[in-house]
C-alpha cells in the first residue's frame, strides 16, 4: 500500500513543482514565452543561502526580446547573500528599487527574498512593482546591519556575504569552520582593500567574540582585532602597519532605540478643560432630566385619584391625656 501511494501521489507532485511559476505572463506589453531551467552561478553556495526556486524566460514584445530570471530564496539575507556574489565587477548601483546594480548587459535587482536579473533590457519601476507583486511567496524581512561596518574604500562590488562553511570555504579558505564556530550563530562579511581581505565576523554577545580571538590568531598571515561582539580579521595585508590602519576602522557602535511617549489628547489642557465642559453638561442634564422625571411622576400620581397622592400623618394627641397640665 505505501509503494502503491507513493506511485499515485509522485506525479502529483511533480506536476504541482512543474507547473509553479514564479514570472508573470505579461509585463506591460511584455509577453512570457517558454519557461525554463534558470543557470545557478553557484549552487552549492546558494543552497547554503536559502534558494528555494528559480526561473528563467523570454519575454517579447514587437520584435524585442529579452532574458529574465528570478530565484526565490528563503530570506532577505540569503538574497543579499547571493545579490553580492552575482553582481558583475563593473555593475554599478542604481536608486531604482531595493538594491539595484546594472552594467551595459544586465540589470539585477534585489528586494525582500527575491532576485530578479534581466539581460538586455532595463526594467522600469512600474515593471519592476509587478514583478514583485505578483512574486509567489514573497517576503520581506529587515537585512543585517554587518556590511554597515565594513570601512569605506572597498574595491567595487567585492563584498561576499558568508553563513555557514560552505562560503567560507569559498570566499576565505584559509580561515577554518572551526576557528568561527559557526554553532554560534556567527555570519561574516568581507571586502578587499586593495591587497587586503577584510573579514568580519558577528557573534551574538561579546563574550563569544572575545573567546574567539585566540583561535583567529593563529591563522596564518592574520591580524585580528575585536571590537564588541565583532571579530574583525585582515589578511594578505603589505604589512603589519596596513592591516593596523584597516582594522582601527572598525568601529562597534551599538543602535540603541529609546522608547518616546507620544503625546496623546489627555495630555493636552485645553482638550482636558472641553472634557471637564463636556462633563458638566452632561450632569447639569441628567439632573433636570430627573427632576422633570421626578415633577411628572407626582403629578400623575395626583390626578390618578382622591387617594392617590396623600399622605398618611398619624397624630398622637399628647395635650387630650387625662391628668396632664397645660
Not at 506591460?28 to 528555494?52: I, N, R
Not at 517579447?60 to 526580446?65: E, L, P, R, V
Not at 546594480?101 to 532595463?122: L, M, T
Not at 569605506?152 to 569552520?177: C, H, K
Request: one cysteine or more; charged letters at 20%; glycine letters at 8%.
Amino acid at each position: 500500500m505505501r509503494r502503491l501511494f507513493a506511485f499515485l501521489i509522485t506525479p502529483v507532485l511533480l506536476g504541482g513543482l512543474l507547473s509553479a511559476a514564479i514570472l508573470p505572463d505579461t509585463i506591460g506589453h511584455w509577453q512570457k514565452g517558454e519557461p525554463g531551467a534558470a543557470t545557478v552561478p553557484d549552487e552549492t553556495v546558494w543552497q547554503e543561502y536559502g534558494l528555494q526556486e528559480s526561473e528563467s524566460t523570454l519575454y517579447s514584445d514587437a520584435g524585442k526580446k529579452f532574458t529574465l530570471t528570478a530565484y526565490r530564496f528563503t530570506d532577505a539575507t540569503g538574497a543579499m547573500s547571493a545579490f553580492d556574489q552575482l553582481r558583475p565587477a563593473d555593475a554599478k548601483p542604481v536608486q531604482l528599487m531595493g538594491m539595484t546594480v546594472q552594467n551595459e548587459a544586465r540589470q539585477i535587482v534585489s528586494a525582500g527574498n527575491f532576485i530578479f536579473v534581466a539581460d538586455g533590457y532595463r526594467l522600469l519601476p512600474e515593471e519592476l512593482s509587478h514583478l514583485f507583486a505578483t512574486a509567489p511567496k514573497y517576503a520581506r524581512s529587515p537585512l543585517p546591519n554587518l556590511p554597515k561596518f565594513l570601512p569605506a574604500g572597498a574595491q567595487l562590488n567585492s563584498e561576499r556575504y558568508i553563513t555557514g562553511p560552505v562560503s567560507l570555504a569559498r570566499f576565505v579558505p584559509s580561515i577554518p569552520p572551526s576557528t568561527v564556530a559557526f554553532r554560534f550563530s556567527a555570519e561574516g562579511v568581507l571586502a578587499k582593500y586593495g591587497e587586503t581581505t577584510l573579514v568580519i565576523f558577528n557573534y551574538p554577545t561579546m563574550e563569544m567574540a572575545r573567546d574567539r580571538m585566540a583561535p583567529f590568531s593563529q591563522v596564518p598571515g592574520a591580524v585580528v582585532k575585536r571590537s564588541g561582539p565583532m571579530v574583525a580579521v585582515a589578511l594578505g595585508a603589505p604589512g603589519p602597519d596596513e592591516a593596523e590602519k584597516l582594522l582601527a576602522q572598525v568601529k562597534y557602535a551599538a543602535d540603541i532605540t529609546v522608547p518616546h511617549k507620544m503625546p496623546g489628547l489627555k495630555d493636552n489642557p485645553g482638550n482636558l478643560l472641553w472634557n471637564i465642559a463636556i462633563l458638566c453638561g452632561v450632569l447639569i442634564t441628567l439632573c433636570l432630566a430627573s427632576g422633570l422625571a421626578f415633577g411628572g411622576l407626582r403629578l400623575l400620581f395626583r390626578r390618578s385619584g382622591p387617594d392617590g397622592d396623600r399622605s398618611e400623618m398619624i397624630s398622637l394627641h399628647i395635650s387630650d391625656r387625662p391628668g396632664e397640665k397645660r
